[in-house]
């Protein structure tokens, strides 16, 4: 008996079996398309299934409207002692198995949140979840042996099990993932259409790090968000009105301010711009930027060095050898110039040892009294 | 005669003069409030100035309501050569300058685009400006002179001087700035309403990349960006209120689609999605990401990686010793687990060289073939 049967061999279900397969165990590979599998087995993934011999486990990684109807003629053969899928959204994957199932005991969702532009086996990486959440939802009949098999899989491939029910996962990704995928579209497709009046291209120069990230996620493919946002729309639909709503206050707010309302109206727009800020601030403290911490877990120490090879390295073995564990690094280059500053995230109590450790071996270091606690805003 | 006279020693004007003091100039410092220039002068940003002594320029950093008033004053006092002001938005001042000042020749504004968090001269530092554009706004009367010691001052200082002119500059940075502070706190403001409604707790283990990056800016000084805002109003409403349109329209099609809509609705919401994503990627890849380059000039290689100290430095020194410039570096930790995820960004054509050295090194690199030209896009 294999340990893993993979149905479905895009990026999802490729990698699954390559990080598997890198943990030591049997995997066995299945694909509508035979071209497909034979890319999975070729980058690792696993071996061609048979169609009969058994698993221990059967992850089904294919698209979420057609998940519950596959995973259903799966058992029907009963090739496996626990079902899984990876359907981006829950509830509704889930109420389609336990209406159509025999056995819904053995039968557990999950959704790992991780994934890359490109789709299909080639994109696939053993890599792909270490580090990331894989949410796991139980259903009410879901059992004992089923959660521990999906568990196991969960942590063989490097993945970080967080259990939720399917609806919670659903309410979860719509605000964590659904709407900063739609903000960031609504906020880059506007620097397009500022572009069409010839004000963005000459001072494009002056972006900083602020518009770079808030558009990271506007580069995701069009036609997978699309079903995403889709299979989500319930969820998602009342969270972007208030969103959008927002905005549109804030908006209306700066045509008050604009033009010649009177001193009552401007102080209200005022407020309202106030208030929108102030909140922000609210959601922003709730979000875990770090290890599941919160951003005042951590400072970061500033370091302006040459810009050459080698120096990040230099900088590091010295951090290392003071016992610090760096939690990021971020780097500013100079353009056209020889010099860059280089930023390393340590947790707060840190702090004063790496700026003390760093300053003795001559490395130009912002004070830290000047930058504790303090995340760079630079626009 | 001193190099540069500061007027108004807070963040921007104690930064200037600790870097111009770090270049080796002579800098006069000056304050509404002694204490401000004696803590700025304790922190090494220049020397008291007497109120007669001169400079080759004078640097007005103070709130941009004021500035005009402060810079013509100033000048009738004529104690510099040369005059400029950091106001963050542009045209105003310079109306404002055009219409009060007897030599508006020797006037020339600019704007850094850096700051921080917290204000004044404690939270000032010689290397804010290192790497960032410097915005340069000549008037229609601006001299030569103006010119080459304002470009003089912005390179001593580490930035990158772009010119532009005030009206371009202010359309600029309302897209590239302003909106996105504004759409970031809208976002984050959504994280709370949600909250309440008891469904992100259990689900903020599923955070990401994604909305950590979209709601960076959110956690910015609601007093100062109000501010801010106001100040460029005419420029940033009609910008704002395109975004907050196109989420609510983008946020109506979900509702379509969560309802029971007619066959014809529903292709005609799902089109609505697909044209903003659309729009959205033609709008992130205008956007500079590093050295004033598009995404699609860097790769990402990605290293799995014990989680320890020294790991990090000791992949640096050998992608440097591989002659490979790392531009930038984002680390991935396993929650409750000894291994991590370094991803290592550089040049596209380093790609291949980079990754045949790591790997005759022993590092576990994911094949470029999967990575090359991939923005890891997880949640």
Redesign the interface.
């Known amino acids: 008996m294999a340990d893993l049967l993979v149905i479905g061999c895009g990026l999802i279900g490729a990698s699954v079996g390559m990080a598997m397969r890198q943990a030591g165990r049997d995997v066995l590979l299945a694909d509508e398309l035979p071209s497909t599998t034979g890319t999975a087995v070729r980058r690792g993934a696993g071996r061609p299934w048979d169609g009969s011999e058994e698993a221990t486990v059967a992850l089904i990684a294919v698209p979420p409207r057609r998940t519950a109807s596959v995973l259903v003629e799966l058992q029907s053969l009963d090739v496996a002692r626990t079902y899984t899928h990876v359907a981006s959204v829950q509830s509704q994957v889930q109420r389609e198995i336990e209406a159509l199932s025999q056995t819904p005991s053995v039968v557990l969702g999950g959704h790992p949140?991780?994934?890359?532009?490109?789709s299909g086996p080639?994109?696939?990486?053993?890599?792909l979840f270490?580090?990331?959440?894989w949410?796991i939802c139980a259903g009410k009949d879901t059992g004992a042996t089923a959660h521990a098999d999906v568990r196991a899989l969960v942590l063989d491939v490097?993945a970080?099990p967080?259990e939720?029910t399917a609806e919670?996962?659903d309410?979860?990704?719509?605000?964590?993932?659904h709407?900063?995928?739609?903000?960031?579209?609504?906020?880059?497709?506007?620097?397009?259409?500022?572009?069409s009046?010839g004000?963005?291209e000459?001072?494009?120069?002056?972006?900083?790090p602020?518009?770079?990230?808030?558009?990271?996620?506007?580069?995701?493919d069009?036609?997978l968000?699309?079903q995403i946002?889709?299979l989500n729309?319930?969820e998602?639909?009342?969270?972007?009105?208030?969103?959008?709503?927002?905005?549109?206050a804030?908006?209306?707010a700066?045509?008050a301010?604009?033009g010649p309302a009177a001193p009552r109206a401007q102080a209200q727009a005022?407020a309202t711009?106030?208030d929108?800020?102030?909140?922000?601030?609210?959601?922003?403290?709730?979000?875990?930027?770090?290890?599941?911490a919160r951003?005042d877990a951590f400072a970061l120490v500033?370091v302006?060095v040459s810009?050459?090879?080698?120096r990040?390295?230099?900088?590091?073995?010295d951090?290392?050898?003071a016992?610090?564990?760096?939690?990021?690094?971020?780097?500013?280059?100079?353009?056209?110039?020889p010099?860059?500053?280089i930023e390393l995230l340590v947790g707060r109590p840190d702090v004063g040892r790496l700026y003390s450790a760093l300053d003795a071996r001559g490395w130009?270091v912002?004070?830290p009294?000047?930058?504790d606690g303090?995340?760079?805003?630079?626009?």
Chains 1, 2 share one sequence.
């Open positions: 949140l991780a994934g890359r532009e490109r080639l994109a696939a990486a053993a890599d270490v580090g990331r959440p949410a490097g970080d967080v939720l919670a996962h309410a979860a990704v719509a605000v964590l993932s709407l900063p995928q739609l903000v960031s579209s609504a906020l880059a497709a506007t620097l397009v259409t500022d572009g009046r004000a963005v000459p001072g494009l120069r002056l972006a900083g602020g518009v770079v990230d808030t558009t990271r996620l506007a580069a995701s069009p036609e968000w699309v946002l889709e729309a319930h998602l639909a009342p969270i972007a009105k208030a969103a959008g709503t927002r905005l549109t804030a908006a209306e700066l045509e301010l604009a005022t711009l106030r929108l800020l102030r909140l922000g601030n609210a959601g922003r403290a709730l979000v875990p930027v770090k290890r599941g951003e500033r302006t810009d050459e090879p080698g990040l390295a230099a900088l590091l073995t951090a290392g050898a016992g610090v564990n760096v939690e990021d690094v971020h780097v500013e280059h100079v353009p056209g110039r010099t860059g500053v130009l912002m004070e009294d000047a930058t303090q995340r760079d805003l630079s626009r």
